[in-house]
Structures are given as C-alpha cells and as structure tokens.
C-alpha cells in the first residue's frame, strides 16, 4: 500500500467521535512471530545470555546511568490465565525493576485489558485526551486517527540513532514493508511489529497414507483429486473398516485469509482466484476477490468434491470447539491446508508412528504455488504526543526487545530466578511492550534452511537474528530425525522447521500483494453482515444446499448491502 493511500484515508474525515464506536478491534491481532517462535524455558534463556543475535555484541546495562531518572507510562494487553511467580505483578516485577534500576527508566503501567476490551479503553482513554505515553495498538485505522489529530509522537528524526539494532535489522528484513503503513506524509508516525513471511497455508498430507497406497505427493488439482479418491476409497489406514474422509475443512469460516487452517484458500489461488482481499486486475483497475467472476468455476469444482465425499460429508456441522482439528487428529482424515507450523501434536499422541508431509499444491498452471503475503502489520507500539522524551521512549522500545529476546546475560540471569521465562504469555505479562513482538520478515525460512542443514550435513550456520530458542529447535528437530528424541515437542518442530518451513524457499512459491489489506470508513457498520453472508454462501454452494448459480445472487446482495460503498472507499484510499 502507498503512503499516500494512507494519506487519502485520513482525508476521509473520519473523526474522533467515530473511533468511540470503531475500535472494537475489527482488524485481526497480529500474525507476528509464528506459534513457537517465542515460547522459549528458562534455560534457554539462560543460554542465550550474552548473545546479541543482531549485533554480535551484549548490550551494556546501564549504559543511560548519566542520564536523570525519567517516568513512563504504558499500556498493553493482559493475560489474566496467567498465574505468575510469587512476586511478579504485570505492574511490579524484576523486568521493569532492571529497567528502572539500568537504563534510568521508570516503567508505569497504566492500565491494561484483555482482548477486545484493550480497543475499548484505548478508546475512552483517547476521549478522555488521557494517553499513557507508550501504548499498544492492533487496529489499524485506530491508528491513522491518532495520526490525523495530532495525538501521536513524529518519530522520524531520532527513531534511526535511538532504536536498537536488532529493530533496524527487522526493519531491513522487511525492506521497509512494515514501516510503510505508519508513515504518514512522509513522517513515521510509530514502531510496527510487522507481519511474517512463511505463514503461508501448505498442504499437509498423511505420508504413511500415501505410502501405503503406492501414491506420490500431489501437484496439480488433478493429482489432488486422485490422492483423496485414494484416501476416502482404498483403506488408506489399513484397517479394513470404511473409516476415513479426504479434505478436512473448517466450518464456520471455509475461506479466510493468509495463515488460516482447514480453509480451502488454495485452491482459489490455484485458480488466480483471490477471495477475501482486495485485488487489483490487469487493467489497475480495484474489484473484491470473492466477487471474481471465475469463482464459479472453484465452487462448481469444491461442490463436486463434497458430492465425491472428498471433502470430510460432516464438516459444516462440526461448529464446536477442536471439532475440525480433531478429524485429522483422530486419524479419519488424510489432508488439510495449513500454515507449516499447523502440525498437531494430537496427531502424534494418537498413532506415534504417523508421518507427514508438506506439499505446494495445488499449483497453478504455470506450475506455480500462488498465495497472498499477510498485511505489513496490524499491531504497534505508538507514543503519545504529549510524551516528555520522545528519543528515550524510542530506545527504551529497542531495549526492552532486546530484553525480551535474551540479549543480556545479567538480566537473564534475574528474569529466570524469578520464574518469569517459562511461557511466552508469562513473558507478555510482565514486559512493558506486552504482546508486540519483533522479528526478522524470513525468520521461518532461515530457521528451516538451518534446521535442514543440520539434519542433512551435522551441523549449520548461524544468522543474523539466531537466538538460543532457534538453536534449541535445531536440536530438537534434529533429534526427531535421528531418533533419538519422540516426544510431542521433537515432534512439532521437525515438522514444522524441517518438512514444512523447507517449502518456502521453492521457486514454485508465487506471492502476491492485496492491493488494500486494511478496513475503511464504513466498515464498522458492514463489515460484519459482509462477512456472515459470505462465508454462507461458501458454505451453501460446497454442500450442494444452493446451486453455483447462486453466487450471483450472492454478488448482488453484497454490492447493494454495503460492499459497493466499501469498494468506493478502497479506490479513495488508493486515488482511483
């Protein structure tokens, strides 16, 4: 997206009296760091102390004492299932103790709230005209009317010389994608936790399936047609009983977004189909991927399918919670799309001797594997306007990073007698920037070509940003491999960073960028009526309840009920 779309939406003269009734969180939290990035024990964390992944070198604690004692206060999401060390209150705990005590900082906790609920504090706190000087923000248009009226902090002066370097190196792995949403008018305006590359969904497939029925991966659509026949028809299992289904699917949202399991995204994509995001065809021209004309033809495909029992004939009614997920971990299912960290550990503990496999398909017929990459961010660290040191709120952002990546031994050292390591959630809960986390656009990638090379050769390479939990991964799935190690943790992370993250480097990998990927003036009033009606009309068409022809009727309804209005408001953002 453009800085001057950006700039376009805040002249849409959105006020605050709006953002009273729109911040009710309607963008989705932040894919950041993939489940498992962070979830690092305690003695990985001590491990890791004294290694500066982004510099090579520890930062020095205390390196700010000729500074005078200054106070900030802070916002953030809570975690209230989290039962923390006797001691450790998110407002009183050794980490905002070694802040104050090293870098002159003193860390006030304002207020906090959980989920939804932070998006409607922050906006009392915006009314009242009562902002702590850091805070939290996961929505982003929440942000763009802070930045219209003058309530954030213009950081593009001093952010370069005051963040740390592990924050720059971030930034750099984004080539400057992340940093773009929150650039207005050529002024940086906050600090993005960007989204992650690697999230991509992926075909998961029972490999032992496959192996037992003498069939190889699939590619295309066609070799994935023949691989569910296989797995509904031929006793996949071996267990003589006609007891198995092909594709499992979610639901209570069959199509959704980047990182979304049990969808059927792919196979839209297959197609040059893009529904959910907001495109631009060849003729620059903006349209609603789930209005794409040629959406027929993957509905007409998907209702055959189902009618074929190649898609799981009990999905639509399988609304409970874990319901889905348990088709496939039970053993009853054979394949389903999702993200290379979608792998679970269920699976494991209900046949040990499961294999998996990770697979590109269906590709498109260029022989490509076409995907969306994930908005630049959703989530960021603002700061107040009326905040009294603008350049030490900055670095004291990088440091607390810094902190919370295990780049200072004698921190470390403190945080895990305290108890304080051992979840990332317990971690969230005690550090002042909270559930906003910062990492490298590629981190998935590198980790799997790390994990790869050791696997395959003994040992690996380290990069730029490689912390003591990567290693640990290393290990683990390296372990899985050899044997050595079958426990569910060695499990997840084979899979993961072995078999699924290997796929991202494969030239077969075909991104493409959503001409828009944000929410607009009227969304809060249509967004959701939007939203129920399509994700009905997937799931009445792939049933055979409505015939593909009603997708028609289904264009029409959305165009008159608000989407035309939306789609206005997306080519004003973009200036078309």
Known sequence: MKNKAVNRLIALGTTLTILLCGCGGTEKPAVGSAPDRETQTAASQSAAAGENAATGETPVAGENTNEDMITFTFSKSSYP????????????????????????????????AEGSEYNNKLSLNIASGNLPDIFYCNDYRTFLQLAQNGLLADLTDIYEENISDTIKGIDASYGGRNLEPVTIDGRLMAIPAGNLDGQQDVLWLRKDWLDNLGL?????????????????????????????????????????RYNHAFGLEPIFYAFGVYPNYWMEDENGEIYYGSTDERMKEVLTLL????????????????IGSGETEAVFTSGQSGAYFGAV????????????????????????????????????????????????????????IGIGNDLYRGFDEKANEI????????????????????????????????LGKAVKENIETGSYTEYEGMTQYDKDQVVLATQYADGSDKTELSFKSYYYRYVGSNLLSGSEMNPHEAAYYYTTDSSASLQAELDTLEQEMYLSIIIGEKSVDYFDDFVTQWKNIGGDTLLEEVKQVLGR
């Open 415 to 446: 945080f895990n007698a305290a108890g304080i390591a051992s979840s990332s959630n317990g971690r969230r809960a005690v550090f002042p920037q909270g559930s906003v986390t910062y990492d490298y656009f590629d981190i998935i990638e590198k």
């Open 341 to 396: 960290h979608a792998n679970y550990t269920d699976a494991f503990t209900n046949n040990p001797d499961i294999e998996l496999v990770a697979v590109a398909a269906p590709l498109d017929g260029s022989g490509k594997y076409n995907y969306v990459l994930p908005e630049p961010t959703s989530s960021m660290l603002c700061i107040s306007s009326k905040c009294a040191d603008t350049a030490r709120a900055v670095k004291i």
């Open 216 to 256: 190889e991966v699939p590619k295309t659509m066609e070799d994935l047609e023949k691989v569910l026949t296989a797995f509904v028809e031929e006793d996949p299992d071996g267990n003589g009983v006609d007891d198995t289904t092909g594709l499992t699917v979610d639901a209570t949202k069959p199509v959704a």
């Open 81 to 112: 299932s989290v039962t923390l060390p006797e001691g450790q209150t998110p407002d009183d705990n050794v980490v905002l103790d070694y802040i104050r005590d090293n870098y002159q900082v003193d860390m006030k906790l304002a207020w906090q």
């Open 303 to 318: 209702q055959d399918w189902y009618k074929k029992g190649l898609i799981d004939r009990q999905f639509a009614t399988r």
